[in-house]
């Protein structure tokens, strides 16, 4: 007998919510058969059997809340059998309550809804009719407060999918309890799901440990947009062209190769020092900012930076991002330049030195050689941890980056 724990499926969990159980009591599982589907701090994650047998129990319901390294499942060899745990383990392991703040589980114990009356991962139990919706799908619909059986499903046989969700109107939301009319007006609170709760938490780690310090520079981009509207040109019809933030994320790349505190961290009274060059992206989700990767972005040319970028950038809108490409960054860019923006000081992901913000690109006058002339600038500002980046290391640092993007044609050597 096998016990499967709650895995660490990212380098900052802490703990996981069952989401969906993909396999049922009594299912026979191979090794790589997806089992269940988890909520970490990052995203959702279809976690796989390591072990082959016969799902013997499982321990933890959909909607349970619990640390890495609990128990949730257990698997027998194949010809044991399934059928649930016997009166012996149900005495031994009476059922507790559901994580704070969860939803209640409608299957919490083995009495109330034997494993033979159990729904498969594609479907819910509903009215006692059978609801076909994806997993992705069903925790849409529970985030905007949507009942499935009310939806229309346009996947295969019926089956709801993601489109059928974002398509529908989320129900009004009811007022509870007494309703008190201040200055402020109604009162209405809202839970944060696991990733919100986790950016809230590390930013607020970031800013209250991390001694922040801005300094900003102002970049020509004459050059990068000259070479960007002659890579627009040469490109062929379907191929990737890079963005401006793709030119910065190479630069940055670039720069932390020769900078290497800049591509390190403070923690425990030490510096760590990475050998790989992985630089974030933020992106933004809904309600959210992820910050998915971009791997050894200096050994990467632009067009490689600018495919990448464009995939995990797609993932983390529809929400099929994994954790694996939401770790391992060394450095991070932030751009809010195309909500017009200028600069703005962005706030240091755990566990790096820096982050470097951008701004839009404004076509504004310059003095050359004594003459006004226009010019095309942005500006961009890096935000240091000061207890491993200091004032001139920090201002090198993006003077380099400055200077790569005034002469692009760097960023392909």
Request: aromatic fraction near 4%; glycine fraction near 10%.
């Amino acid at each position: 007998m096998s016990e499967v724990v709650m895995p660490r499926l990212s380098d900052s969990m802490e703990e996981g919510t069952i989401l969906t159980w993909l396999k049922q009591v009594g299912d026979e599982i191979a090794v790589g058969d997806e089992l269940v589907e988890i909520e970490t701090d990052k995203a959702n994650m279809a976690y796989e059997a390591d072990v082959a047998g016969t799902l013997q129990e499982i321990l933890a319901q959909e909607g349970e809340t619990l640390p890495i390294g609990t128990p949730i499942a257990r698997i027998g060899e194949n010809g044991d059998g399934g059928g649930g745990p016997s009166a012996q383990d149900e005495g031994a392991r009476p059922a507790g309550p559901a994580a704070a703040g969860d939803p209640p589980s409608p299957a919490t114990t083995q009495e109330t809804v034997p494993p033979t009356t159990s729904p498969t991962g594609d479907e819910i139990e509903s009215d006692g009719d059978r609801v076909k919706a994806s997993p992705l799908a069903r925790r849409l619909a529970q985030e905007k407060g949507l009942e499935l059986s009310s939806l229309h499903g346009s996947g295969p046989g019926g089956r709801i999918v993601k489109a059928d969700v974002e398509g529908a109107k989320a129900p009004a939301v009811e007022q509870t309890g007494s309703s008190v009319e201040t200055a402020k007006g109604e009162t209405q609170t809202r839970e944060l799901n696991k990733l919100q709760q986790t950016i809230a938490r590390r930013m607020a780690e970031s800013k209250a440990t991390a001694p922040h310090f801005y300094l900003t520079i102002e970049i020509d981009m004459g050059k990068a947009v000259e070479a960007r509207a002659a890579l627009k040109d040469a490109a062929k019809e379907g191929e990737v062209v890079p963005s401006f933030n793709d030119m910065v994320v190479k630069a940055c790349a670039i720069a932390l190769r020769e900078f290497p505190k800049a591509n390190g961290a403070y923690r425990d009274g030490r510096f760590e020092m990475y050998s790989r060059v992985n630089v974030g992206v933020a992106v933004a989700a809904e309600e959210a900012l992820v910050v998915p990767t971009i791997f050894d972005a200096d050994r990467k040319g632009l067009r490689q930076i600018a495919e990448d970028a464009r995939a995990v950038a797609a993932k983390v809108r529809d929400s099929s991002v994994t954790p694996p490409e939401l770790s391992g960054g060394t450095f991070t860019v932030s751009n809010l330049g195309m909500f017009g923006i200028d600069s703005f000081e962005a706030v240091i992901n755990m566990g790096q030195a820096a982050i470097v913000s951008v701004g839009a690109i404004r076509e504004a006058p310059a003095v050359r050689d004594g003459q006004v002339v226009p010019a095309q600038l942005m500006k961009a500002t890096i935000a240091c941890d000061h207890r491993i980046l200091y004032g001139a290391e920090g201002a090198e640092f993006l003077a380099r980056v400055k200077a790569l993007l005034e002469e692009p044609v760097s960023l392909a050597l």
